[in-house]
């Protein structure tokens, strides 16, 4: 959903790390329509100290949105942009994902019986306004078509907005801002994570400073030693305690390590320094778990340094595999996910709103144990798949 902008400056290995994500993201989310789900692919619930194969999804992804900030910041440079003008890129791409992240959060609370559209088609045409208003127009659409194309994507955003009715039946209310959604917090992770590349010019001091901070925020926090100042918490606090933008400033870490000492002809420090990061991670999360648990609702500090640790194995394992041994077409067929991820993420809800309209589904016996599982895992491609045609037909969301 953030990725470096041009293909003279892609990682490939970062490709294929967001297309298997995003595979992954989707199979995950499907799990909901399936019955006999092993636990271990679930999202732990909360209070409950463990975690699931669901909950290092995410970090992954934000993990890999802090890989790509460098590359992308860096090319606006190169090609003379200025700082302003970059700024003002990166608050209108997060603005973007921060609104999309507010509506989908709203969905979830939707009260179907108090508002004028059933949900499923709310959801659809919510889906459709941010196709339109989003949407990367080819340089030979008109800009007259450009213009009517968005313009009315913001009709039905504001009319979905109007007519939207949530809470309690007996006491249904207007949009609110319950948690910002999984849209919302890549949003959030990217705007910080952005902001701190750009003060710090990419100094690795500046950048790891950042990242120390997010995750001493994040365990005074969870300590309960930042209660004085609960007051501020309402208007001005670090997003999710610190958790959200210490995965994306991670990512950029190991994307400057990766710059300075991969590309620069020192790849036996590089692998030192990426495993030690690594291990030391995952370590420090267990030693610490007794503090806090590992839990993913609620952002522990423990499930945070285990997450980052697996992204930076995985991406490794990635570099490796993609870029050394050149396995690059291997994950051709999942190309898209990678190059048109928003709209990947997004096609989903199309679908499922479809259904729900329909009340058809499949025979139980296809949505239980391994027959479920394949069901999903086939459901995920199938999107994957779709992407891939969109993309082809110059269909895909860019922000």
Same mark, same amino acid.
């Given at each position: 959903?953030?990725?470096?902008?041009?293909?003279?400056?892609?990682?490939?290995?970062?490709?294929?790390?967001?297309?298997?994500?995003?595979?992954?993201?989707?199979?995950?989310?499907?799990?909901?329509?399936?019955?006999?789900?092993?636990?271990?692919?679930?999202?732990?619930?909360?209070?409950?100290?463990?975690?699931?194969?669901?909950?290092?999804? %995410?970090?992954?992804?934000?993990?890999?949105?802090?890989?790509?900030?460098?590359?992308?910041?860096?090319?606006?440079?190169?090609?003379?942009?200025?700082? !302003?003008?970059?700024?003002?890129?990166?608050?209108?791409?997060?603005?973007?994902?921060?609104?999309?992240?507010?509506?989908?959060?709203?969905?979830?609370?939707?009260?179907?019986?108090?508002?004028?559209?059933?949900?499923?088609?709310?959801?659809?045409?919510?889906? /459709?306004?941010?196709?339109? @208003?989003?949407?990367?127009? *080819?340089?030979?659409?008109?800009?007259?078509?450009?213009?009517?194309?968005?313009?009315?994507?913001?009709?039905?955003?504001?009319?979905?907005? @109007?007519?939207?009715?949530?809470?309690?039946?007996?006491?249904?209310?207007?949009?609110?801002?319950?948690?910002?959604?999984? $849209?919302?917090?890549?949003?959030?992770?990217?705007?910080?994570?952005?902001?701190?590349?750009?003060?710090?010019?990419?100094?690795?001091?500046?950048?790891?400073?950042?990242?120390?901070?997010?995750?001493? %925020?994040?365990?005074?926090? !969870?300590?309960?030693?930042?209660? %004085?100042?609960?007051?501020?918490?309402?208007?001005?606090?670090?997003?999710?305690?610190?958790?959200?933008?210490?995965?994306?400033?991670?990512?950029?870490?190991?994307?400057?390590?990766?710059?300075?000492?991969?590309?620069?002809?020192?790849?036996?420090? %590089?692998?030192?320094?990426?495993?030690?990061?690594?291990?030391?991670?995952?370590?420090?999360?267990?030693?610490?778990?007794?503090?806090?648990?590992?839990?993913?609702?609620?952002?522990?500090?423990?499930?945070?340094?285990?997450?980052?640790?697996?992204?930076?194995? *995985?991406?490794?394992?990635?570099?490796? /595999?993609?870029?050394?041994?050149?396995?690059?077409?291997?994950?051709?067929?999942?190309?898209?996910?990678?190059?048109?991820?928003?709209?990947?993420?997004?096609?989903?809800?199309?679908?499922?709103?479809?259904?729900?309209?329909?009340?058809?589904?499949?025979?139980?016996?296809?949505?239980?144990? $391994?027959?479920?599982?394949?069901?999903?895992?086939?459901?995920?491609?199938?999107?994957?798949?779709?992407?891939?045609? $969109?993309? !082809?037909?110059?269909?895909?969301? !860019?922000?």
């Amino acid at each position: 959903m953030v990725q470096a902008s041009t293909q003279k400056s892609r990682n490939h290995a970062i490709d294929v790390f967001r297309a298997l994500t995003m595979m992954l993201m989707i199979f995950v989310n499907d799990l909901w329509t399936l019955n006999g789900v092993p636990e271990w692919l679930k999202h732990v619930p909360a209070g409950v100290d463990g975690m699931g194969l669901s909950d290092v999804v %995410f970090p992954a992804f934000l993990f890999i949105v802090g890989l790509s900030i460098p590359l992308a910041i860096e090319n606006r440079w190169k090609k003379g942009a200025t700082n !302003k003008e970059v700024l003002l890129h990166v608050l209108y791409r997060s603005a973007a994902l921060l609104i999309m992240g507010l509506f989908h959060v709203n969905l979830e609370n939707y009260q179907e019986g108090a508002s004028l559209l059933a949900k499923p088609v709310w959801q659809i045409f919510l889906t /459709l306004a941010f196709f339109l @208003i989003w949407l990367d127009y *080819s340089k030979s659409v008109k800009s007259s078509v450009k213009t009517a194309g968005k313009s009315l994507g913001w009709l039905i955003l504001v009319f979905l907005a @109007i007519v939207y009715k949530g809470g309690d039946l007996a006491d249904p209310k207007w949009m609110d801002i319950y948690w910002w959604g999984i $849209l919302g917090l890549i949003g959030w992770a990217y705007l910080i994570a952005s902001l701190v590349y750009m003060a710090s010019k990419g100094k690795l001091s500046l950048v790891w400073l950042a990242f120390l901070s997010c995750l001493l %925020f994040s365990s005074l926090s !969870k300590l309960n030693l930042l209660e %004085f100042l609960s007051g501020l918490k309402p208007y001005f606090w670090l997003i999710d305690d610190g958790a959200t933008p210490a995965f994306a400033i991670s990512g950029m870490l190991v994307s400057l390590y990766y710059r300075s000492y991969y590309n620069g002809g020192k790849q036996g420090f %590089f692998w030192v320094v990426l495993a030690s990061l690594s291990i030391t991670g995952i370590l420090l999360g267990i030693v610490t778990r007794p503090l806090w648990g590992i839990h993913k609702i609620g952002s522990s500090p423990s499930w945070v340094l285990i997450c980052i640790g697996i992204s930076m194995a *995985s991406y490794g394992f990635l570099i490796w /595999l993609v870029d050394i041994k050149k396995r690059k077409d291997w994950f051709t067929w999942i190309k898209p996910a990678g190059t048109s991820t928003l709209t990947c993420y997004l096609l989903p809800y199309i679908h499922y709103g479809l259904l729900s309209l329909s009340g058809w589904a499949l025979p139980l016996f296809v949505r239980t144990g $391994l027959p479920g599982l394949l069901k999903s895992l086939v459901y995920a491609l199938v999107i994957i798949l779709i992407t891939g045609l $969109l993309e !082809k037909k110059n269909l895909r969301l !860019k922000i």
